[in-house]
């Protein structure tokens, strides 16, 4: 029989801005509400700090993981073994400076949405407002190129900043291949910072912000746990409609259930496991397939240890 070392985490006590936990838990992390603990979560508040600590784990040979505000990820029911890194402080700050016609909205990766929605409403700035409702962080949402039937981040997205453990990148938007959902983010990067160029917003902004948001109200289950659309709508076709056309609307497995609102949902009704949401989303893709030859694809990310989770 093998034995592994207890990993340990290396000596961090000299990085400034960093709060270290440990054995923390991650699903009230989560907007699903799902998933154990992390063996080690370290909130970075410092800029200088991101990529020493990266160094630091790499040297020490530990994994790690990245979680903004957990709204689009499924957490392992054993957690995560690794060190789960998120971001706060500094890297939570957002700047505006104006130019003539154009103005640089330079957000850190753990900014929230609605506080870069807020600025662009407060100060009229175009072209964010299509974000309205998405309850990511900055970070979460360039790696998922979040969006909406209106827009999405690829839209205004100018720049990004990339930490590793082997330094800052500036990386182009346009070198991050922005698609449908994805974005080409290295495994072992962390956007640090994201600027957005903007142009000035007209007078009608404020309103279709609004509209978006009252859009949302009625068509989603938002009083539930979940984490949004669970799959990526395949190309010309809504996943909702799919699901719903196979009767899977109201299906249950554990306190898993398809939203009877919205098809492509599935909330928590209670303490849903991983496990049961890894059979529900299987289930569902076997139904779709089956009837419509259609694979879907899950749009919500993995997030920890899942090896030895049993899809039944
Ligand atoms: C009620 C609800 C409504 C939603 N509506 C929409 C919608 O309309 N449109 C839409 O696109 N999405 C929607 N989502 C999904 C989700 O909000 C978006 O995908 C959001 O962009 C995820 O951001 P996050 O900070 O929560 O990322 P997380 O869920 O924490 O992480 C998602 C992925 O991004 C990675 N990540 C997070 N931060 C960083 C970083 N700084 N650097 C590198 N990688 C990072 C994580 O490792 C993970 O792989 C919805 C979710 C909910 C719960």
């Not at 850190?108 to 506080?115: F, N, Y």
């Not at 839209?155 to 990339?162: F, Q, W």
């Not at 309103?207 to 799959?231: M, N, T, W």
């Amino acid at each position: 029989m093998t034995t592994h070392a207890p990993l340990t985490l290396p000596a961090l006590g000299d990085l400034p801005g960093l709060t270290v936990l440990e054995h923390e838990p991650l699903a009230p992390r989560t907007t699903w509400k799902i998933g154990g603990p992390a063996r080690w979560l370290v909130e970075v508040g410092a800029h200088d700090a991101l990529v020493p600590l990266l160094g630091r784990l790499r040297t020490a040979g530990l994994r790690w993981a990245v979680l903004g505000n957990g709204s689009n990820v499924l957490v392992a029911d054993r957690g995560y073994s690794g060190v789960v890194i998120t971001l706060t402080g500094e890297l939570a700050r957002i700047t505006l400076s104006r130019g003539p016609d154009r103005h640089r909205v330079v957000a850190g990766g753990g900014a929230s949405l609605t506080r870069l929605l807020r600025l662009a409403k407060d100060e009229a700035l175009a072209g964010l407002w299509v974000l309205g409702g998405v309850p990511g962080t900055v970070g979460g949402a360039v790696k998922m190129n979040a969006g909406t039937r209106w827009g999405e981040v690829k839209d205004t997205l100018y720049e990004v900043e990339l930490a590793s453990a082997d330094g800052l990148t500036l990386v182009p938007a346009a070198r991050l291949d922005l698609g449908y959902r994805h974005a080409q983010i290295p495994a072992q990067a962390i956007v640090a910072r994201a600027t957005f160029l903007v142009g000035d917003a007209d007078p009608a902004m404020r309103d279709r912000l609004d509209e978006v948001l009252g859009y949302r109200k009625a068509s989603q289950p938002l009083q539930l746990p979940s984490c949004g659309s669970v799959f990526a709508n395949p190309p010309g076709d809504s996943a909702g409609r799919l699901i719903e056309a196979v009767g899977l609307k109201g299906h249950r497995v554990g306190e898993l259930e398809v939203s009877t609102q919205h098809a492509n949902w599935i909330v928590n009704r209670g303490h849903g496991s991983a496990r049961d949401a890894l059979a529900l989303i299987a289930l569902v893709q076997a139904r779709v397939k089956e009837r419509f030859g259609v694979e879907l694809r899950p749009e919500v990310q993995r997030f920890g240890d899942f090896s030895e989770e049993v899809v039944p």
